[in-house]
């Protein structure tokens, strides 16, 4: 076991019985009173952030994960990953997977988060460059700034591009917020 002075930015630990990502750690003293950490933690599991104060000398449970990279092969009723180094292949379901999935096409490195064997979650680059397959035409006359319209792009998913966004451009998309980051110059 370790105590909450080995806690720091990055760690994972196991609180409540669920896995969580410390995000932000800060020890304090006020003034005649103990001293304890505020910790600012990501719920591996379903994202959500919470914050906790644990005493100073508190107990922990550190979890060690360990990570691999995978290729996106396709999906069925699950999501389904090579290994790049064995090629052994698993499946992934949309849980683990989460909103990310949406932006998933076929060759696509990720990597893969386990826990005793047990895959956790998956990471996927920060953004990535998908071709735009429709798009509405801009209306003429509508130029005014911060103007949107819907496309799709080819791995299905639907993101907000600006109005000047057409069939076959390729876009640059957040992974993590689904959001339009630029138009990628071939």
């Known amino acids: 076991m370790a105590t909450t002075s080995d806690l720091k930015v990055g760690v994972v630990i196991r609180y409540n019985g669920e896995l969580h990502n410390v995000m932000q750690v800060e020890h304090r003293t006020p003034g005649n009173l103990r001293a304890f950490y505020q910790v600012k933690m990501r719920n591996l599991k379903n994202g959500k952030t919470i914050e906790n104060r644990f005493r100073s000398g508190e107990e922990i449970q550190l979890e060690r994960l360990e990570m691999k990279k995978y290729q996106y092969l396709y999906k069925d009723s699950d999501f389904n990953f090579m ?17 990310q999935g949406k932006f998933l096409k076929e060759g696509q490195e990720v990597q893969v988060f386990f826990n005793n064997q047990n895959p956790i979650m998956m990471e ?33 998913a639907s993101v907000n591009v600006p109005i000047f966004i057409d069939e076959n451009d390729v876009i640059r998309v957040d992974t993590r917020t689904g959001e339009y980051l630029e138009r990628v110059k071939k």
């Not at 071709?131 to 006359?141: C, E, Q, Y």
């Open 83 to 99: 290994d790049m180094e064995t090629y052994d292949q698993i499946q992934l379901n949309d849980e683990i997977v989460g909103e």
């Open 124 to 156: 996927m680059p920060p953004n990535v460059e998908l071709k735009v397959i429709s798009a509405p035409p801009a209306i003429k006359g509508n130029t005014a700034s911060n103007i949107t319209k819907v496309a799709e792009v080819e791995t299905g």
